[in-house]
């Protein structure tokens, strides 16, 4: 269900972009075909293309796949020939979404092929990550946590300080931030270990339940208290492939960053007008845990969603 979810919105984001378009010129082979529409055609290399940025899915599903795909490229033709005959691909806003499209393939054609060929980690590698980090594995651990997130003044983060010192019930302190105005967001939520930030990993690994521990970033503050958790070891052998994905992608963004900064040292690149005086901000990328196998076949991790909340605190 998730797969064909999937390829709904590839579907979609490919609709996006072609309809900002002209549709190629070239007229495709006969036995490319897989649908006429009007004067155009949806090709199976279209099809194809979009079922392979789509997540593996079970045999049994690839044929309703197939048609789903064919039938959003259908709708996406019929729109993109009918922009076509109302010329909206010369109006400002759809020349500027067609340069943006472009411009943003592109980067990302560079950065890919900077980013250099994939290569699996020695053996050696991924044991030594896996020795490394054994809150995430071998100690591995699923948290049930209550989370208190907010933003206040230093007056009113003292204050909460304060409080929690002296052992004032979180829902207590989080009753009094509402009465001051502030906003509250949270809640409660379960959470393997792979799913938090790995600087956050040994402080709940080591907090006692129902215990409260407060996390600052300068953005925003949490109050975190693990209210159970219980220890769901991964093996090595098991851990092993989510290891291997995680260290190439790490080796990959490192080369295409370095990439990246190699160019920036080169280029001649002049801030003016009201940037003139700002100073640049370095993107810097958060990194994330592996995803813990699973007994179905889990993301990879590049692919791991780590939720909001918890993981925006450094």
């Not at 594995?137 to 300080?161: G, H, M, Q, S, T």
Request: with cysteine; glycine share 4%.
């Amino acid at each position: 269900m998730k797969a064909m979810k999937t390829i709904t919105i590839l579907v979609v984001a490919a609709f996006a972009v072609a309809a900002c378009g002209d549709r190629p010129p070239e007229k495709k082979a006969a036995t490319q075909v897989a649908v006429k529409v009007n004067s155009g055609e949806i090709s199976v290399h279209q099809i194809n293309y979009v079922l392979q940025r789509a997540p593996a899915m079970a045999p049994e599903q690839a044929e309703a796949a197939k048609r789903q795909v064919l039938e959003g490229l259908i709708d996406q033709e019929l729109a993109v020939q009918q922009a076509l005959e109302a010329k909206l691909e010369r109006t400002p806003e759809t020349m500027q979404a067609i340069e943006n499209a472009r411009r943003e393939i592109l980067a990302r054609a560079y950065v890919e092929q900077a980013a250099g060929a994939k290569v699996k980690p020695s053996a050696a590698e991924t044991k030594k990550y896996y020795d490394e980090h054994p809150d995430l594995f071998a100690n591995r651990k699923i948290y049930r946590l209550e989370e208190v997130i907010f933003a206040a003044p230093p007056a009113v983060l003292a204050n909460v300080k304060e409080q929690l010192g002296k052992g004032k019930p979180v829902a207590e302190i989080a009753n009094g931030l509402k009465a001051n105005g502030v906003q509250i967001a949270g809640g409660v939520s379960v959470k393997p270990a792979e799913q938090l930030p790995l600087d956050l990993l040994p402080k709940l690994a080591q907090a006692k339940d129902g215990q409260p521990m407060l996390l600052e970033s300068p953005e925003r503050t949490a109050i975190i208290t693990v209210l159970a958790s219980k220890l769901e070891p991964v093996n090595e052998v098991k851990a092993a492939p989510a290891i291997e994905g995680f260290l190439n992608n790490k080796q990959r963004s490192e080369q295409a960053r370095t990439a990246m900064k190699q160019l920036r040292e080169k280029a001649k690149i002049e801030y003016v007008g009201e940037f003139a005086a700002a100073k640049p901000a370095a993107p810097v990328a958060a990194a994330e845990a592996p995803a813990a196998p699973a007994e179905k076949p889990a993301a990879s991790a590049k692919d791991a969603a780590i939720n909001k909340g918890i993981a925006g605190l450094k």
